[in-house]
């Protein structure tokens, strides 16, 4: 079978970025759905229990996803490599259902899953899985550089899951049961479809794979010597992500967990616009770290870093000011409690762009070891923070419920993403200081535009207009605003006049074609 080539950079990012677009509209209309559909307390359970089987099954990971990815990156013909991390996904998987098993023969799972009932327990750890099969097959195809089909498949998936949602909650058949298996057809359909994508790539002949003794026991060494170093760092952050979501669920109640689960969607829908670049960052970083090609990784981060966060820290400052219009829009009344945690955690998905090109940049370079005393620390300095601002009053917390949470989250990220953001600059040879001012002159850039435009629509276009068309008045307005005033200072999301010029000049020369 004859090989396809692999896409461009340029080209694999466009078509991540254009799914990510397509996905967030899809997202958008889902999440206005859903949370209405469930409720806050279904809705907190589901959020509840798919966060707790993606911290377990994140935890029996231990960072080997990574490892299979960046060494698929690097030696694309060694399909032995693929059948073996599909025997150890397998095992794993196992391994989950085992643990449910044994937690309900054993009465503990009472403790586990406070309030929940088994079979919802059952549909998580299945959910949990599939959406881990998926993000590993989708990675072989990042790996191979076939993403441009890979997204195609994804931009179908999505429209067909919206037309089901839909469907579902025209017909009034949407509730927790139907929500889990919605999730599961899309899941499997879009795994069948990377499946079919790898095979016809010919990168990988799936009908001639085969592995023999010695290469299990090599590549159990190269994946030990690898990951081994992480599994304190994912014993802690099972622990810690654990603990989270279960003292929120013991002191707060689904109720709490649905507000938070709100405000961590959204806050995930902001990422969209940058997630769609790091893992192919990674790929170029795991590449070039073989080559020895410092110069030139220190090239991208400079060139990529600082207009990845300024596009989401775009979004999460107008998230952050129009957080009751918001919530409004995505979940109702329902949900007006959940101003305070949807206004803090709009913030935590800048430093998770941060965190997650740290993180590509340590995985890429081997420094596994410096990547899991950051992240060990960090999440053990949250331990105690996340009780007291949980636990209530009589036992000496401030009873801040998903509020508190929120507001923790995005206090480690920053803490934890400039800590690894520190590392990676000495490593690249590059000025810490300029990264960590950038983040404030950001922030606060947008944050002032968001809140004139907001008050703008107010007083003088629509003061007493509709939610709806006021929002969509001040997104218009804001944009408007960051446009003219990134043109004006560039700097300030890590781009030049020059390149905004040659960005101009590209899109009016496709336009003419």
């Not at 377990?56 to 990815?69: A, E, K, P, Q, V």
């Not at 810690?240 to 961590?264: E, N």
């Not at 775009?314 to 945690?341: H, N």
Request: include cysteine.
């Amino acid at each position: 079978m004859q090989r396809k080539t692999e896409d461009s950079l340029k080209k694999r990012y466009l078509y991540k970025l254009s799914t990510n677009i397509i996905s967030a509209g899809i997202y958008m209309i889902t999440q206005i759905v859903v949370p209405r559909a469930l409720g806050p307390r279904s809705y907190g359970d589901f959020n509840f229990l798919s966060n707790f089987f993606s911290q377990i099954i994140n935890f029996l990971d231990m960072g080997t996803s990574t490892c299979f990815y960046t060494k698929l990156s690097q030696r694309q013909k060694e399909s032995e490599l693929v059948l073996f991390y599909m025997f150890f996904v397998g095992v794993v998987s196992l391994a989950v259902f085992v643990f449910v098993v044994v937690s309900q023969l054993t009465g503990v799972y009472s403790r586990f899953w406070p309030a929940q009932h088994m079979l919802f327990v059952y549909y998580g750890a299945l959910f949990g899985i599939l959406m881990w099969v998926v993000q590993i097959l989708n990675r072989v195809t990042d790996a191979y550089g076939i993403t441009v089909s890979s997204e195609k498949a994804r931009i179908a998936q999505r429209l067909a899951g919206l037309i089901i949602i839909l469907t579902l909650f025209g017909m009034n058949r949407l509730n927790l049961n139907s929500f889990f298996f919605y999730n599961y057809f899309v899941l499997i359909a879009l795994g069948i479809a990377f499946v079919w994508i790898i095979h016809k790539s010919g990168f990988l002949d799936i009908n001639k794979l085969g592995i023999s003794m010695v290469a299990i026991k090599q590549y159990v060494g190269e994946f030990y010597h690898y990951s081994h170093p992480l599994f304190m760092y994912s014993l802690v952050a099972l622990l810690i992500g654990v603990f989270d979501r279960w003292l929120l669920q013991i002191y707060g109640g689904s109720v709490q967990q649905g507000y938070f689960g709100l405000s961590f969607q959204i806050g995930a829908f902001c990422f969209l616009f940058t997630s769609a670049m790091t893992p192919l960052l990674m790929r170029e970083f795991s590449i070039l770290s073989g080559e020895n090609n410092i110069e030139r990784m220190s090239m991208l981060f400079q060139r990529y870093v600082p207009l990845l966060c300024g596009i989401i820290t775009f979004f999460s400052c107008f998230v952050a000011i129009e957080a009751d219009k918001i919530i409004y829009v995505f979940g109702g009344d329902k949900y007006r409690d959940a101003f305070y945690a949807v206004a803090i955690m709009s913030f935590f998905p800048i430093h998770q762009t941060y965190e997650h090109i740290s993180s590509s940049m340590f995985y890429a370079t081997g420094q596994t070891v410096i990547y899991r005393n950051i992240g060990i620390v960090v999440m053990l300095i949250g331990l105690p923070v996340t009780y007291c601002f949980i636990a209530p009053k009589e036992r000496f917390g401030i009873n801040a419920g998903a509020t508190g949470l929120a507001l923790k989250m995005v206090l480690l990220q920053f803490i934890g993403a400039n800590i690894g953001l520190y590392f990676n600059t000495r490593f690249l040879r590059l000025r810490y200081g300029k990264y960590f001012l950038l983040q404030f002159a950001c922030i606060g850039y947008f944050l002032v535009l968001a809140f004139f435009a907001r008050e703008s629509v107010k007083h003088y276009l629509i003061p007493a207009g509709n939610i709806f068309v006021s929002f969509i008045a001040s997104g218009l307005l804001y944009t408007v605003l960051v446009i003219i005033f990134v043109w004006l200072t560039p700097f300030i999301v890590g781009l030049r006049r020059a390149d905004i010029s040659d960005m101009v000049k590209l899109a009016v020369k496709k336009n003419s074609n």
